[in-house]
């Protein structure tokens, strides 16, 4: 270790820990900075590396970004579908959902406000969007999955649009997301949805 207190590659042993410290700096950088301002040099720094240590993780700021968009995404809807699956009706197991959100945007604030910027920052620079591919319209398939079970076991009316449906519960969920990643306050999120549980 030099005088920087900073290290270079790490043993192979701790190369998984790195690499989520790695994950989780990047995306509390691109969730408070924006892809832009954000520098592998920076995310070094907060992860008390050398900015050439990144290198043995990811071969460039857009791949990083891929990494942490990939990883974020896998982290939330893996996690959906476990709160889902605890329930057996589709307004239980949409709420479960919901509250599962709350828990990982309390537990990191920095989730919801990755996931909130990918659609700016996709516009902003089309050459991340194709980095993303492997967990692209995951969103759009748990919600349609959801509704899916729920017109299987009989709970739906039979006019009921079901993408239309998925297309509103997913909605609602994005939009509590980002209310509460700008207004800072998860405490919001939570009143949120125990308002809504009111209306079932």
Do not use: W
């Amino acid at each position: 270790m030099g005088t920087s207190g900073r290290v270079g590659r790490p043993p192979a042993g701790n190369s998984d820990e790195t690499r989520s410290q790695i994950l989780r700096a990047a995306r509390e950088r691109f969730a408070r900075d924006g892809y832009r301002a954000t520098t592998n040099k920076l995310i070094a720094a907060d992860v008390g590396i050398t900015p050439t240590a990144i290198y043995h993780y990811v071969d460039s700021k857009a791949a990083l970004y891929a990494a942490v968009y990939c990883d974020t995404i896998d982290r939330v809807y893996s996690g959906f579908e476990e709160a889902a699956a605890a329930e057996s009706h589709l307004l239980a197991r949409y709420t479960a959902v919901l509250r599962r959100a709350n828990e990982l945007q309390v537990a990191d604030p920095s989730i919801a406000g990755f996931i909130v910027a990918v659609a700016q920052e996709t516009q902003r620079h089309p050459d991340l969007l194709a980095l993303l591919t492997p967990q692209r319209g995951r969103h759009q398939r748990f919600f349609a999955g959801l509704v899916a079970d729920a017109a299987a076991a009989g709970e739906l009316q039979a006019d009921v649009d079901e993408g239309a449906l998925a297309d509103l519960l997913g909605a609602v969920l994005t939009g509590l997301a980002r209310m509460t990643s700008v207004a800072g306050d998860p405490s919001r999120y939570t009143a949120a949805v125990d308002a809504l549980e009111r209306f079932f």
